[in-house]
């Protein structure tokens, strides 16, 4: 590591400890064994990729564990960790000043700072956003004595969360018309929403994620729903281990507004003063009544109606975490916020890269490909700009990686596993396009989405063993009018044809 005038110098440096992060710096120091990696993190831990698992062409499967960033450089002797925020990025200069006062001169860089929670308000000691462990953790505290709390938003986390949650009576308010629209449509919604009323539950299967939390970090006491520092994005099972209990002795009781997002938080003497009238948890079909109940802070929804509660979940999704590095930096944006990349992970400055939540893809992209603010996407964008850095620093040329031709992703919701391939909920293909299911109640919801006699997407619930064979038929585009709707009959073994 060579020093100027104060300065450390490194052919190599990324920002952000979490997945693109990390895969980015362990993909460069595999490249590059004898030069140094400068991996700068705000955080003490950083997130690693285990037991990954290549289930098919394009899905993947790993789980995510954090972990002290020395086992990273016990594992990489060739990168160093800096533990610290970055202040500043000076890219004309090709350097990066830390919160800690030093600075590093770099000759390439890839920036993986993440994103954070979009939160309904900003500094609302009622409002909590989930979107890592440590806000978690903050949320699990709250909830031990929470009798109702209302959660706002329709994405993974808010579908998961509303699942787990037991003893608490749960208002749920979406803008859509059904649950889960990130993922699924009303059909998928309807298959899942049985699991949500359910009294009991299926006991739990274990996770294989090992937790790794901070010690002492419990001790300081945060206060609540601070989410001002930025810690890397929650899985699909981030909520395993978590006692997500409230104070009633029920198991379940979810009731969900659709249509509306949240107009006003009253806190408890604003409402007192507005004579208004709150609403009781709804039992039934009948008209909720009046609420008797006193409680800290009211959501009042845009369709009307007020409830009290504990506290508010906001699970609204995020926003790229690019504040520190626009200063003096002349980075095209897109409009989602995100720094623009083109198809080599390069940003619209010289020699910096971005990977991750990030980045907004920003190369015209494969006609079954999108963009999703996902891990599996985090993780191939940081391992894909590693190989581009590379190329780029040997004067080599590239090919985008094939991670790029097809959105695969797969997950779990509601104890069901769950596949989403392609344009699976028609994303952009517009009026001209037709759905066919299939579905078992209780057991398997399978949907494809044809467009001129081509498979372009598919939503999977349950174990069907289908998305070889539909990853195949969306990746070779053949022509299946003549299966018509035979492709989905469950007495035909759909994977003979088309081996």
Same mark, same amino acid.
């Given at each position: ?5 104060? *300065? ?31 991996? +700068?993190?705000?955080?003490? /831990? ?19 564990? #954090? ?8 594992? =990489? ?8 925020? /970055? ?6 200069? %090709? ?17 993986? *700072? ?11 000691? =009622? ?18 004595? *929470? ?13 998961? @969360? ?43 299967? #274990? ?26 994005? @929650? ?19 979810? %009731?969900? #507004? ?42 009042? @929804? ?42 080599? +992970? ?38 894909? *700009? ?29 104890? =069901? ?83």
């Amino acid at each position: 590591m060579a020093r100027v005038g104060g *300065a450390a110098r490194g052919r190599f440096a990324v920002v952000g400890g979490g997945i693109a992060g990390v895969t980015c710096a362990e993909q460069l120091a595999a490249e590059f064994p004898s030069e140094d990696i400068f991996l +700068m993190t705000a955080s003490p /831990v950083i997130k690693a990729v285990t037991n990954f698992k290549q289930v098919s062409k394009t899905l993947e499967e790993f789980d995510v564990e #954090e972990q002290p960033s020395s086992l990273l450089e016990k594992r =990489y002797p060739n990168i160093r960790v800096i533990q610290s925020g /970055v202040k500043q990025l000076k890219s004309d200069e %090709h350097k990066i000043y830390t919160e800690d006062g030093k600075e590093f001169i770099y000759e390439k860089l890839c920036l993986c *700072a993440g994103a954070k929670p979009k939160l309904i308000v900003e500094g609302n000691p =009622y409002v909590l956003g989930i979107r890592d462990t440590d806000s978690a953790q903050a949320f699990q505290k709250n909830l031990a004595q *929470a009798e109702r709390i209302v959660v706002v938003g329709n994405g993974g986390i808010a579908l998961e @969360l509303v699942y787990e949650i037991q003893g608490c009576e749960v208002i749920w308010a979406i803008k859509d018309k059904a649950i889960g629209n990130t993922f699924f449509d009303a059909g998928a919604a309807e298959f899942l929403l049985p699991k949500l009323t359910a009294e009991s539950r299926e006991t739990p299967i #274990e996770c294989k994620r090992t937790k790794y939390t901070l010690e002492g970090s419990e001790e300081k006491g945060r206060p609540t729903g601070a989410c001002d520092k930025l810690g890397s994005a @929650l899985g699909p099972d981030w909520h395993e281990g978590l006692h997500l209990k409230g104070t009633k002795e029920f198991s379940h009781k979810v %009731h969900i #507004e659709i249509l509306c997002e949240v107009k006003k938080i009253h806190l408890q003497q604003e409402f007192i003063q507005l004579q208004r009238t709150s609403l009781a948890f709804p039992k039934g079909e009948k008209n909720a009544e009046a609420d008797e109940v006193l409680w800290p802070v009211y959501v009042e @929804l845009t369709n009307g109606k007020i409830y009290g509660c504990n506290f508010i979940v906001s699970a609204t999704g995020v926003v790229p975490n690019v504040e520190p590095f626009l200063d003096g930096n002349n980075f095209a944006v897109g409009e989602d916020g995100g720094l623009k990349v083109d198809k080599h +992970m390069q940003t619209s400055l010289p020699d910096v890269y971005a990977a991750g939540d990030i980045c907004t893809a920003a190369w015209e992209p494969s006609p079954v490909w999108h963009q999703m603010r996902l891990w599996t996407q985090a993780r191939q964008m940081g391992w894909y *700009a590693a190989k581009c850095m590379a190329a780029d620093a040997l004067g080599e040329p590239i090919d985008m990686d094939f991670s790029f031709e097809l959105f695969a992703h797969i997950t779990k919701f509601f104890n =069901y596993k769950v596949v989403v391939l392609g344009k699976y909920n028609a994303q952009g293909l517009g009026s001209d396009h037709e759905l066919m299911l299939r579905c078992t109640k209780g057991h398997e919801y399978v949907k494809v989405v044809m467009q001129n006699g081509r498979m372009m997407g598919a939503v999977l619930i349950g174990e069907t063993d289908l998305e070889e064979t539909f990853e195949n038929l969306i990746l070779n585009q053949m022509d299946l009018s003549a299966y018509g709707e035979d492709l989905l009959n469950p007495d035909i073994d759909i994977e003979d044809y088309f081996d």
